[in-house]
């Protein structure tokens, strides 16, 4: 229900940019704010972490860093833009179809991606989600995870 005319996803900025429905100067604005947002929680989530506040936040420094990309990048980039992909592309084609039955259409389906991809990247097609979920790890693989979860996503 919340999803509509929403723009937490980079990926539905372009597509209502793409549709018209936004200017590219606002659509330019609104991916800039969110790539900053997800920097924001990258450092703010560590920072909390830090204080460890409970048990689970201390147990969490001594988890060894693991790389949720199991493939090497182009299959990486192809499985992110493939699941972004299908998922905007059933949006699209979705949207004539009563709310209630949508979203639970849009769920099976989102399952359905995630169950396919998931073992290959995390098959999240969330820019902004993506860059902030592994902030122990982010420093060095920045660039990959940048490629595979913000570009990749973009151009599907």
């Given at each position: 229900l919340t999803l509509v005319g929403t723009s937490s996803n980079p990926c539905g900025v372009l597509m209502q940019m793409l549709?018209?429905?936004?200017?590219?100067?606002?659509?330019?604005?609104?991916?800039l704010a969110q790539l900053i947002g997800a920097l924001?929680?990258?450092?703010?989530i560590s920072a909390l972490w830090s204080l460890g506040l409970?048990?689970?936040?201390?147990?969490?420094?001594?988890?060894?860093c693991r790389n949720p990309i199991q493939v090497d990048l182009p299959?990486?980039?192809?499985?992110e833009a493939i699941c972004s992909f299908i998922f905007h592309s059933a949006l699209l084609h979705f949207q004539e179809i009563?709310?209630?039955?949508r979203i639970h259409l849009l769920a099976a389906l989102i399952t359905f991606l995630v169950y396919a991809g998931g073992s290959l990247t995390g098959a999240v097609f969330n820019p902004a989600l993506a860059l902030s979920?592994?902030?122990?790890?982010f420093d060095?693989?920045?660039?990959?995870f940048f490629i595979v979860y913000w570009l990749a996503p973009s151009l599907g």
């Open positions: 549709l018209g429905g936004m200017s590219p100067e606002t659509g330019a604005i609104r991916l924001c929680s990258r450092y703010c409970t048990k689970y936040h201390l147990n969490e420094r001594t988890f060894v299959k990486a980039v192809i499985t009563r709310t209630k039955l979920l592994h902030f122990k790890c060095e693989a920045f660039l990959r």
